[in-house]
Structure formats: structure tokens, C-alpha cells
């Protein structure tokens, strides 16, 4: 898998390295990125974006698309580990990759684990 991260000259910066990025990567199930070839850490703001969340799976191009200037690191591991929840079937999309709240409930359930191994990971990494 080929990880591709934006060049920046001004703050805000990535939020997620690719070293965060092949972390989580490593502490989650493996059906949940087997289709995942490329992974783009994008120079974009969230705020202005098209998208309803800062991370997006294209399962026509098998990318994930990271928007996490201005995130925190943990905040923009968990939208990461959302989209690859739902991309594991975790999860339903509705209309347009939205996720509807009832979904995310049970989600968020699932993704608490997986987040608090990467927080670990980074605190033994220090």
C-alpha cells in the first residue's frame, strides 16, 4: 500500500503522520484495509471540504483520504478508524457516505478499542 502525504508550508500541519497512519494500520483487523491501495494525507481543510467527514474511502479507486489539519492527532486516528470500520462492515453508509447516528453509536463502541491501543502505542513510542 502506497501512503501519500501532501506537502505543507503553513500550520495548520497533518495531523497524522505516515508512520501514525501505518500504526493504525497494524493494530486493526485486516478485512478492514485489504482493499485499500492508496492512502492520501491531503493538504486540504476540512472546514473546506465537499465531504461530511475528514476521512473518505473511494472503493471506485480503493483510496482513503485523510483532511486532518486542524484536528487533533487522537481526534483524526478516530475518524480514521471510523472509516475503516465501516469500511470493514462495522457500519452502514447511507446517502452519499453519510452515516447515520444510530450507526456511529455502535461504531464508536468498536473504534474505542482499536483508539486506545493507538494512544498507547504513541505513549510507549515516546
Known amino acids: 500500500m502506497k501512503i501519500i502525504s501532501a506537502k505543507l508550508n503553513k500550520e495548520p500541519y497533518h495531523s497524522l503522520t ?21 492512502v492520501v494525507i491531503a493538504s486540504e481543510m476540512f472546514s473546506k471540504s465537499r465531504f461530511d467527514r475528514p476521512v473518505i474511502y473511494s472503493s471506485y479507486l480503493n483510496r482513503l483520504k485523510i483532511i486532518s489539519r486542524g484536528y487533533s492527532k487522537i481526534d483524526a486516528a ?7 470500520g465501516v469500511n470493514g462492515g462495522i457500519a452502514q453508509t447511507q446517502f452519499a457516505n453519510h452515516i447515520p447516528k444510530s450507526e456511529l ?4 463502541k468498536v473504534v474505542a478499542f482499536y483508539l486506545s ?3 498507547a502505542q504513541l505513549e510507549h513510542n515516546k
Open 18 to 38: 505516515k508512520k501514525d497512519v501505518k500504526l493504525i494500520f497494524s493494530l486493526v483487523p485486516n478485512e478492514w484495509i485489504s482493499d485499500i491501495k492508496e
Open 78 to 84: 478516530k475518524e480514521v478508524l471510523r472509516e475503516l
Open 117 to 119: 491501543e493507538f494512544c
Open 105 to 108: 453509536v455502535n461504531l464508536d
